[in-house]
């Protein structure tokens, strides 16, 4: 590494972590983190998928279903209607909220009441979900529209004469959870894209190189110059992420959150150790066992212990010598009778 190299890498990790935004759209975002280690890159791309919270429906109640559908199918298909959460921070957690099962401070009641009078079939759309003005604010809840149309996700087909009329709940929740809260749809994640470090073992028939077509990351990094000794030292400092979001989040939005859930997350562990170094929360830090007690015994269990069978060790090797069992006399009189023992 010549010098001029040695003394950017040596600014960047003065400076610390760096973000750089390469695209961005109304659904997606791609950027590049620099200057991290590859856990922290890791957690991050982790705590986006599946820790960001976000609004979905629930519970479904259902007062009139004659369409052909089941209503657990429906149910099911209602869960997955992707839901608007923005500043979802000011809904609480069902399981934080003191109601029984659902109020306004931690849910969303949003209806549904199609009847098909028609004689051709009829579609019922996301945009047919009516939503309770009772809710934290003026977004959560409302059903994610982007087609042109604005007609939204298909529920459900109704023929003349069926009909749909039920009560959704939709509560705050993570994709940890169930997959209905995820508020991605797919997260890229990328790093050394011509393999210097060989995280990759790439199977290949003849030739890998013409066999493995190149990530479009490539041309943003120099690649292996041919002869050069391998760096058993090197770590990747360089990532690569592509964030497209299902509409219930903002793009960057998912991104803030993340980082603040991983904050949280520090924190905790921090807060924890720290209190757990003074002997808070009954742990005072590693410790070796107990030491035995030669005389038999050890702290915790005092010489002359009785166990369940009698006194502890019995004498002389024959643990169950004159030790009555808890039945009493065996089949073949008292234990040890027989000499077995």
């Known amino acids: 590494m010549d010098f001029d190299a040695r003394m950017d890498l040596d600014m960047a990790e003065t400076m610390g972590p760096s973000v ?4 961005a759209g109304a659904n997606h975002v791609d950027f590049e983190l620099q200057s991290v280690d590859l856990a922290f890159a890791n957690s991050l791309r982790r705590v986006i998928m599946a820790e960001v919270p976000t609004m979905a429906i629930d519970l479904v109640e259902v007062e009139a279903n004659t369409s052909v559908l089941a209503d ?6 209602l869960g997955l209607v992707p839901l608007v959460s923005k500043n979802v921070e000011e809904v609480e957690y069902s399981r934080d909220c003191e109601c029984d099962q659902y109020c306004e401070r931690c849910s969303v009641t ?9 004689d051709e079939i009829m579609k019922v759309y996301a945009r047919d979900l009516v939503v309770d003005s009772q809710r934290a604010n003026q977004w959560v809840g409302n059903p994610v529209i982007t087609d042109p149309d604005g007609l939204g996700t298909v529920i459900a087909k109704l023929r003349k004469g069926q009909e749909l009329r039920l009560k959704c709940i939709a ?5 940890k959870e169930h997959a209905k809260w995820a508020p991605t ?6 790093y050394d894209p011509h393999n210097k470090l060989r995280h990759m073992d790439m199977w ?3 030739d890998p190189i ?15 110059q041919e002869g050069e000794p391998f760096d058993y030292d090197a770590v990747p400092d360089r990532f690569y992420f592509e964030v497209e979001s299902v509409g219930n989040h903002e793009p960057d939005a998912i991104i803030q959150q993340g980082i603040k859930v991983l904050q949280q997350k520090l924190a905790m562990v921090i807060s924890d150790l720290t209190d757990g170094a003074g002997g808070a929360n009954g742990y005072e830090g590693p410790h070796s066992p107990e030491p035995m007690d030669v005389n038999g015994g050890s702290s915790w269990q005092p010489e002359g212990y009785a166990t369940p069978y009698g006194n502890n060790g019995g004498g002389g090797g024959q643990w169950n010598q004159g030790a009555a069992t808890p039945y009493g006399a065996t089949p073949y009189g008292q234990s040890g009778a027989n000499g077995w023992a």
């Open 20 to 23: 750089k935004i390469t695209e």
């Open 72 to 77: 657990e199918f429906i149910a099911h298909r």
């Open 110 to 118: 949003l209806t549904l009441h199609a009847r098909c009078t028609g």
């Open 171 to 175: 509560k705050k929740g993570i994709a």
């Open 185 to 190: 749809s797919a997260v890229g994640f990328e």
């Open 204 to 206: 290949y028939e003849t």
């Open 210 to 224: 013409a066999e493995w077509p190149k990530s479009k990351y490539a041309d943003w990094e120099e690649p292996a």
